[in-house]
């Protein structure tokens, strides 16, 4: 079981010397640091904008009620990030415009299953896709641990870069516009015959 610690007073100026004590069921602690950043969080901004004359449906927490491919309460209307109770992330809505993009083709992607890379730019940086190991070992969930080496990145087909959830804002993000720019190999092939 996961607890969270619960700040119990905070000292100094965020910019200068900052010490959190806290308590974590019962034990006590200090967190000391130069910067404080205080987040309480997000909420929808859908309430009295109309969604229900579109027949548009609300979960109880105000996020746009949708379906594993995006698709609302509304026949051919579709939600896409956080209104939609998406992981609060630009790579993310991104990969949501990809699904409606892809369903409205023709095909069938769903959102479930899908790896949502998380990251944190301090120094050093950190990010990672799903549970980390620690997390994993908590919860007595059994796992596999796998290392590469970058150069064996290089070995995979543009594809699989292309269609990638490459975390924002970051430089390899930049890949997806240039491998979706290359012409697939069977269509470059047609051209030239």
């Not at 009295?48 to 979960?59: D, K, P, Q, S, Y």
């Not at 590469?148 to 390899?172: E, G």
Request: include cysteine; proline fraction near 6%.
């Amino acid at each position: 079981m996961v607890m969270s610690a619960r700040v119990t007073k905070v000292e100094g100026k965020s910019g200068q010397s900052v010490k959190l004590r806290m308590v974590q069921g019962r034990s006590e602690g200090a967190l000391e640091g130069t910067h404080l950043l205080a987040a309480t969080g997000r909420t929808p901004n859908t309430e009295g904008i109309g969604l229900e004359l579109a027949g548009v449906e609300l979960r109880d927490d105000g996020y746009v009620k949708v379906n594993e491919r995006l698709e609302t309460t509304a026949p051919d209307v579709w939600a896409i990030g956080e209104c939609a109770g998406s992981p609060k992330f630009t790579h993310i809505a991104f990969d949501d415009f990809r699904v409606i993009r892809d369903n409205l083709a023709g095909g069938h992607r769903v959102t479930t299953g899908r790896q949502v890379p998380f990251c944190m730019f301090t120094d050093p940086e950190l990010a990672r896709v799903g549970l980390s190991e620690t997390e994993a070992k908590a919860r007595r969930i059994p796992y596999r641990l796998a290392k590469i080496p970058m150069s064996a990145v290089l070995q995979l087909p543009y594809t699989a870069l292309r269609d990638a959830i490459l975390t924002h804002p970051t430089l390899p993000e930049g890949l997806v516009a240039l491998f979706s720019s290359v012409t697939p190999v069977a269509k470059a092939l047609e051209s030239h015959a």
